[in-house]
């Protein structure tokens, strides 16, 4: 009784005080004149309360509801950043990796601090690539080199390795006023650009790196924005598409979105292992050319979230495909050291380009990117990271120094432990043989545990898990019985979230649901990472294969 | 009479290799679609080199140039990003802090390093506020936390003051796997944020500081581009307009052209030592409703490039006027300890707010931005930063984290960083002492040598600057004579521009014209910062009034 007699009014498209754009519709119906939604405010966070409220509020539709007091008086001062008025681009973007689920898994983390009881201890976060977080040691001789130009008085130190030493001299001299404190270039600090052209040389059999055509980047994430945003223009039908994958990391989607670029799917094969196949990639481009202008293509390479590992020949044909089609092919190789498969090898983009001969390697545009956060590393803090740019026009490659100046320079810390992980202790050095070995055994640990992972979910009927043959996770499907389905489309979620939110209550292990990346509509999937060591990933697995278990036959 | 013979086609809008798409306007007379301007190819980098290029190019509006053959073939391939087909916006960007001026310094060096002669030994980069470049000392206290948390093995080290292994034993406890190697929630650690709240309320008298509120981020930079970007939306005239004073910090205008928001320049005057006026501001945005709508408001304070240090009675009738206007208020207080002026005083925006009571403190929307890189710290390698956010709507908050998800996590060693500097060596521990030794030197030798800078400036005549009472730079008025303008003018650069180059290429010094700043139109000014140390900067201003001189009496 009382609800009715409240008057509502819809503000739209301005903030209130700019009485002159104002468009206000007084309607007793509350429905939303952006959506068409009736009562709107019943699925608010304000619905409960809306009797008592008194400011302005908003609906799930994005729409602005601002209660009139019964003479008609619109209170005088409204918010001037509200869902309605922001950014609608942004509000496009999604990032499941640290989305709901993870906000949850915070959430329960604090109860079980407060005392709260749980089926469970603790929460396992294997929804992220956070190698440190789940054990893994950082590399000594890293951690020694970054502390000697932090705190360069340690170089007095005798406990340091003489080549750490050097290292950090090296760093120290090449940084303004020897400190790691100054600003960089904005392209990054040369002699690491040297170091990182240098790797790449000796990663590809020799084919020359240029340092000029080297970027630093705070992470890759940052190159692999700052490429697309060079990218991204035109409007409605000549507007940029870029070619995702699906599976996909999303920052790719989060990033298309926040830029309004059009996102182009391609699917990866799941029956034949997440391959790549090119007939797929051609059906994508053709559809998307009667809506947008399709100009750069995506590749992550070992996959994430999917972890196949290209072939030579699929590279090669991905390759003459951006050639055909006059694509600018983009390079996600983040997990270059991460491949664990047997007859599995990593090949970069660039010398598969360059080993294809002039025809393609003097004209194909193609950016690479690479990052301190995973392989052996997994020094994600940092935020270090380097992309390099192929056949990149001399005056667009101008625009893009230009633009990273504006952010001034990547972090310092991050580059020069880029510059240690281009340029490894060598033979005959001290910290040589402890870095072989940390090394080693990280990326073996890894390959048991990719093996762990695949072998455990596939002794569970309802879930199908391919070879994880690099990265670091593993990204199973999984059957969901159709009244889980039906459950969870009527709470409004996906199924598989509906899935992993369930699994996170009962037995506080947190992973991204298959929705999160893009998945085959009707297929259902997770992705968990195989970072846990091995005793904990194999408590975590078995956890998994008894959760779906119940799950299947409760909703069976 | 060559030249005459080549026909040249202007390619527009797309990659050649998209037919469909390609407009292509045969034309003799090279006049550019675009801008209008006839033969621009002669003002082109590829002009004197016309005869023999046969490639694309483009000229300094912004056009392709290609070169067709006699018979009119066009080439197969072109490239997918080129100046005519990259983002619009990204070429709309400029930032002089790291112009040509800079380039032309870098290239400088080099050619010292090769043996060039020159009449001088070093280029001095006076052109950035880069305090360790310049030679200022890290805090020991902050460098020793920092190298325990990379390196926690030095835990052990009985060298370290007890106070430096406690905080870094918080610290790495903060950090995932106790490592700061680690991702770290998106918003920042969270005991870090914690710090950051109470350093606010011990600075602002007790006035309630959230933790839910500061946002940790990449150097200030990022936190200001983050919000601009939430900020900013509509089409035509009800596109987001941001105020920014004139002269401004280059980040400013940078991201609002990348994000495609109308700038909206108020003047800062000049003669009453660059303070604000509120009847320019209400100018400013008067005008500016007629074709945008304003939002947002900034204000950098301390000022930056101009020093002026506003009275809080400036500060409180700026809020007066936001509040009125309905602006979401910006305040730029990374110089908030850089204060050296007499009579001068630091006040933070959201202290003011909330002195004026609830009125105000309740409803005015306000993000402040902070960061390790100025005061006395001067860590700019580092990229630490946070900003708090007041009176955000909650679902634009959660809007917020959202978006800065989708990057993982500031640096961590930046976060660390700010830690230390928002919460430093209290008294009775053992790093007080030197902590504060090393922070009263560096600020008390900035506080002379920013009034050395005035004093020495002020005896050139044609160079008139105001007193620098905060911030890092002075930012002198120069007067050119005509002849040097006209002069400037035909060769198609901003005099101050022309000034500054000729100071460069004469003396080795980097500065940063007035025109990068923005500046009254006829008016001509530099950048320049107080950070070289006492003697050099005198040897660097007495420099400086020399050329003066002597570029005056050349012109006259």
Chains 1, 2 share one sequence.
């Not at 760093?171 to 303004?176: E, R, T, V, Y």
């Not at 992470?219 to 870029?242: F, H, M, N, W």
């Not at 070619?243 to 029956?271: D, F, H, K, R, T």
Request: hydrophobic fraction near 35%; proline fraction near 6%; charge should be positive.
């Amino acid at each position: 009784m009382l609800l009715r007699r409240i008057i509502w009014v819809v503000a739209r498209g301005r903030s209130p005080l700019c009485d002159s754009a104002t468009v206000i519709y007084p309607t007793r119906q509350l429905k939303c004149a952006g959506c068409g939604m009736v009562n709107p405010s019943l699925q608010s966070p304000h619905s409960s309360s809306s009797r008592t409220f008194s400011g302005l509020s908003t609906t799930r539709c994005g729409l602005i509801y601002r209660k009139m007091s019964e003479n008609g008086a619109v209170p005088r001062r409204g918010k001037v950043l509200t869902l309605d008025t922001m950014n609608a681009s942004v509000k496009k973007v999604e990032y499941a990796v640290r989305g709901p689920i993870v906000q949850r898994a915070v959430q329960i983390e604090k109860e079980l601090k407060e005392g709260v009881k749980k089926p469970f201890d603790e929460v396992i976060k294997a929804n992220i690539g956070d190698a440190h977080a789940m054990g893994q040691r950082p590399i000594t001789f890293f951690r020694q080199v970054l502390a000697l130009c932090t705190y360069p008085e340690l170089l007095d130190d005798n406990t340091f390795p003489e080549d750490t030493k050097n290292r950090a001299r090296r760093i120290l001299q090449a940084c303004g006023g020897n400190s790691i404190g100054a600003y960089s270039a904005s392209q990054g600090i040369e002699c690491i650009r040297q170091d990182v052209a240098r790797y790449i040389e000796r990663r590809d059999g020799g084919i020359p790196s240029d340092p000029d055509n080297i970027y630093l980047s705070t992470g890759a994430s940052d190159g692999i924005v700052t490429i697309l945003k060079l990218l991204v223009a035109g409007e409605g039908r000549t507007r940029t598409g870029v070619m995702i994958s699906i599976p996909q990391y999303p920052l790719y989607s989060a990033a298309l979105a926040e830029l309004g670029a059009v996102q182009i799917n391609y699917y990866l094969n799941e029956e034949k292992c997440w391959s790549l196949d090119i007939s797929e990639l051609k059906r994508a481009v053709e559809a998307a050319r009667q809506h947008c202008n399709p100009r750069v293509l995506c590749i992550i390479n070992p996959g994430n979230p999917t972890g196949q590992v290209q072939s030579r020949q699929c590279i090669e044909d991905v390759i003459r495909f951006a050639a055909k089609e006059g694509l600018f092919l983009m390079a996600d190789e983040v997990y270059q050291d991460n491949v664990y498969a047997e007859g599995c090898q990593f090949h970069s983009f660039k010398k598969v380009l360059f080993e294809m001969g002039p025809e393609y390697s003097s004209t194909v545009e193609l950016a690479s990117f690479h990052s301190t956060s995973k392989c052996y590393m997994g020094e994600c803090g940092f935020r270090g990271g380097y992309m390099e740019v192929i056949n990149m026009d001399p005056d667009v490659k101008a625009q893009l120094t230009k633009l990273v100046s504006v952010r001034l320079c990547p972090p310092v810390p991050g580059q020069a432990l880029m510059d240690l992980v281009v340029n490894p202790p060598q033979p005959g050095e001290p910290s040589y043989a402890t870095f072989i070995k940390e090394r080693t055994a990280t990326l073996r640990a890894l390959a048991e545990k990719a093996k762990m992972t695949e072998e455990i979910l596939n002794t569970v009927p309802g879930i199908s898990c391919n070879p994880v043959q690099g990265a670091m996770y593993s990204f199973p499907r999984i059957s969901l019985p159709e009244r889980a389905v039906q459950e969870a489309k009527a709470k409004g979620v996906a199924p598989d979230m509906f899935y992993c939110m369930k699994l996170l209550e009962e037995t506080g292990i947190c992973l991204v649901p298959g929705s999160g990346f893009g998945q085959k509509d009707g297929t259902f999937h997770f992705r968990m990472t195989i970072l846990p060591s091995a005793d904990k990933l194999k408590v975590l697995l078995n956890k998994v294969k008894e959760f779906h278990q119940r799950f299947t036959q409760q909703y069976s």
